[in-house]
Structure formats: structure tokens, C-alpha cells
């Protein structure tokens, strides 16, 4: 993603109120604490401006989201977005992946969203791609009994990737598609890269995993 760098990102993130969280220690008791009410929390990773979960929020209104993200500048427009909506379902934080185990209670997410996450095409960066088998041990953790990943990518070789990681540690995969938008899923709430790769005619790629 192309960041212009965001003038006053700290300013415009902390006059987004109590949609920003911006100490991680209030997620670690109870996620659910930092909203209205006790319901299943989502979490996306990698929510990048926020077109997904402000749709998501609306959609919703039922569940609570959280999103993050680990680059501020994107953070800002994400948050911006989520503030202009009128839900209260949405917290939004500045946080990298790597680090959820330690900051969320072990089964305080029922699902985790990774929407067109980096695809780290080098063989030796796999480890950071978000469906490695390190960072399902992170979701484990921190996911209910039969929590639940959904993941969308625009990328064959992070999905057959991702495909074998879910499998091989014995998630179980359902509504595998490798075109969306033939598969008759919805609702589908389209992302910032989905639209541009959907557009370029690349197939979108999705999968759900669950804790067995
Ligand atoms: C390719 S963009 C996709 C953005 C958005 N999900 C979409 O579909 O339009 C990936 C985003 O994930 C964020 N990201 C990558 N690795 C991350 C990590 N370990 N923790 C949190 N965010 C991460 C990046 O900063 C970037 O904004």
C-alpha cells in the first residue's frame, strides 16, 4: 500500500475518541469491556483504510469489531472513516499481528478476518505472511473453541500457501473458492484492494478455517 505520510496522524487519531484505542493493555482482560455490549468480538488484521470494516459494522450491528493495523498513516484514514459512521461496534488500534497473543485473552475472538494481507513472495519471507504456521499458533490462542479465520486474497500462491498451512495444522476448511465471485457468497463486503484487483480482472481467492 502507498502511504502518503498523513500530516498530524496522532492529532487526527486521538480526535477519533474512544473508536482509537490506543493502550492494548484495556484488551487484556476482557476485549468486550471497551464496547456496549458482551457481544462475540471479530478481529480484522490489516484493515488498511477501512472499507471493510466500517461494511462490516453496518452489516453487523449484532457483533463487535476490532480492527488493526500496524501503519499509522492508514490507520488514520480507517479511523476517520469508522468515526463519520454511526455505530459504535468498531474499535480501532495501531498493533502488528505478531504480538496478539500477548495482548488478547486465550478464546476472547470468535473470528479473525485477513483480508489481501501482504503476499511476501520470497521464499524466505514466508515466515511473515499472516497465514504462516507461526501466526496460527498466535490465532489459536486467542480464538474461541470454534473460532474461525476467513481469509481473501487476489494471490494463487499465498492461497495454495495458506491452503496447506490451515491443513497441516488441522483447521478445518470450509467455502474454499478460487473465484468469489462466481461461488454465490454474500454478503460480500469488498475491500480497498479487492475493488482495484476485481477490476484488473484477477479472480478474488477465499477460504474459511476453523478450530477444530
Ligand atoms: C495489502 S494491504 C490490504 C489492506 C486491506 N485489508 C484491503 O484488503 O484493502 C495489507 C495491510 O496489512 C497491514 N499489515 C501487514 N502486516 C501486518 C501485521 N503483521 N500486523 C498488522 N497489520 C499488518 C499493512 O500495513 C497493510 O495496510
Avoid at 9 to 16: G, H, M, T, Y
Avoid at 67 to 72: K, P, T, Y
Avoid at 121 to 141: P, T
Wanted: proline fraction near 3%.
Amino acid at each position: 500500500m502507498r502511504n502518503r505520510h498523513k500530516k498530524h496522524a496522532k492529532e487526527r487519531l486521538d480526535a477519533c475518541g474512544e473508536t482509537v484505542v490506543h493502550s492494548t493493555a484495556l484488551f487484556k482482560d476482557n476485549p468486550s469491556a471497551l464496547f456496549c455490549s458482551n457481544a462475540p468480538v471479530h478481529l480484522e488484521i490489516g484493515c488498511g483504510k477501512g472499507d471493510f470494516i466500517c461494511g462490516m459494522a453496518n452489516l453487523y450491528p449484532e457483533i463487535n469489531f476490532i480492527a488493526i493495523e500496524r501503519v499509522n498513516d492508514v490507520l488514520v484514514t480507517a479511523a476517520e472513516k469508522v468515526k463519520g459512521l454511526s455505530v459504535d461496534n468498531v474499535r480501532l488500534c495501531r498493533l502488528d499481528a505478531a504480538v496478539l497473543a500477548d495482548i488478547f485473552p486465550k478464546g476472547s475472538i470468535e473470528r479473525i478476518y485477513l483480508n489481501f494481507s501482504d503476499p511476501w513472495l520470497k521464499k524466505r519471507h514466508y515466515k511473515r505472511r499472516l497465514s504462516h504456521n507461526g501466526f496460527l499458533q498466535i490465532y489459536k490462542s486467542i480464538l474461541t473453541e470454534n473460532g474461525s479465520v476467513f481469509m481473501k486474497t487476489d494471490n494463487n500462491n499465498l492461497f495454495e500457501f495458506s491452503l496447506l498451512e490451515f491443513q497441516n495444522d488441522g483447521w478445518r476448511l470450509e467455502n474454499v473458492t478460487y473465484d468469489l465471485y462466481k461461488s454465490g457468497f454474500e454478503p460480500n463486503i469488498v475491500t480497498e484492494y479487492e475493488k482495484r484487483f476485481s477490476s484488473q480482472g484477477i479472480k478474488i481467492k477465499r477460504l474459511e478455517a476453523y478450530v477444530k
